[in-house]
T-cell receptor, first 115, second 117 residues
Framework: NAGVTQTPKFQVLKTGQSMTLQCAQD?????MYWYRQDPGMGLRLIYY???????DKGEVPNGYNVSRLNKREFSLRLESAAPSQTSVYFC??????????????FGPGTRLTVT | AQTVTQSQPEMSVQEAETVTLSCTYD???????LFWYKQPPSRQMILVIR??????QNATENRFSVNFQKAAKSFSLKISDSQLGDTAMYFC??????????????FGQGTELSVKP
C-alpha cells in the first residue's frame, strides 16, 4: 500500500499561471481533504469530499477548485496563482465509515512557491 | 466555531527528560475527538495519539500520554524519556464527529519541539 500520494512534490509558478495538484489514495477511503500549511498558522482546510461525488468548502476555499475524480483521486486546482497561495499543501484521507477511528492519513505534501 | 490554541511556539528538552506540550480548545459540543499529530523535518504528518471526549480515561501510547481536562477544555501531551527522534513540530487538532461534519480537522498553530543531546 502506498497510502496517500501527491504530485508534484515541489512546484514554482509565476503569478497568474494555473496548475493542478494531484492526490490519490489506495486505502479505499471515502473521505478526502486538502489542507494548506503556513508558518504560525497550523494546517487549514481548503476543501473536502466526504464521499465520492460530493465536495464542500473548508475554511480557506477562495482561489481554489477541486474535483473528486473517483473514489481514489481528489485534485486541487489553482486557476490563477497568487503569491498568497505560496504554501505547503497536504492531501489527506480517512475511511469515513460509521464506527471508524476518525484518523486522517496524510500525503507527503507539495511545496508550492508563487513568484 | 471551534478554535484550537497552542500557546507555546517553541520548546526544548534534554534527551531522556519529560516535556509537556499545551493545547486548549473552544467548543460548545459535548462529543468530539482530539488528536496530537507529529511533523518531523521530513514534513510527513504522523498521528501520535487520539482521545475521545466521552472517555474519562486519558489516552496513552508508549512514551506519549495526554492529560485531558474536559471542563477546562485542555488537552496536553506529555512525552516521557524524550528521544532525539521526537524532534518535530507537534499539532493539536479537534474534530466533531457525525456525518454532516465531514470529519474535518481544526488544527492549532503548532509547537516546535527540539530534543537536545
Amino acid at each position: 500500500n502506498a497510502g496517500v500520494t501527491q504530485t508534484p512534490k515541489f512546484q514554482v509558478l509565476k503569478t497568474g499561471q494555473s496548475m493542478t495538484l494531484q492526490c490519490a489514495q489506495d486505502m479505499n477511503h471515502n473521505s478526502m481533504y486538502w489542507y494548506r500549511q503556513d508558518p504560525g498558522m497550523g494546517l487549514r482546510l481548503i476543501y473536502y469530499s466526504a464521499s465520492e461525488g460530493t465536495t464542500d468548502k473548508g475554511e480557506v476555499p477562495n482561489g481554489y477548485n477541486v474535483s473528486r475524480l473517483n473514489k481514489r483521486e481528489f485534485s486541487l486546482r489553482l486557476e490563477s496563482a497568487a503569491p498568497s497561495q505560496t504554501s505547503v499543501y497536504f492531501c489527506a484521507s480517512r475511511p469515513g465509515l460509521a464506527g471508524s477511528s476518525y484518523e486522517q492519513y496524510f500525503g507527503p505534501g507539495t511545496r508550492l512557491t508563487v513568484t | 466555531a471551534q478554535t484550537v490554541t497552542q500557546s507555546q511556539p517553541e520548546m526544548s528538552v534534554q534527551e531522556a527528560e519529560t516535556v509537556t506540550l499545551s493545547c486548549t480548545y473552544d467548543t460548545s459540543e459535548s462529543n468530539y475527538y482530539l488528536f496530537w499529530y507529529k511533523q518531523p523535518p521530513s514534513r510527513q504528518m504522523i498521528l501520535v495519539i487520539r482521545q475521545e471526549a466521552y472517555k474519562q480515561q486519558n489516552a496513552t501510547e508508549n512514551r506519549f500520554s495526554v492529560n485531558f481536562q474536559k471542563a477546562a477544555k485542555s488537552f496536553s501531551l506529555k512525552i516521557s524519556d524524550s528521544q532525539l527522534g521526537d524532534t518535530a513540530m507537534y499539532f493539536c487538532a479537534f474534530m466533531k464527529p457525525g456525518r454532516s461534519q465531514g470529519g474535518k480537522l481544526i488544527f492549532g498553530q503548532g509547537t516546535e519541539l527540539s530534543v537536545k543531546p
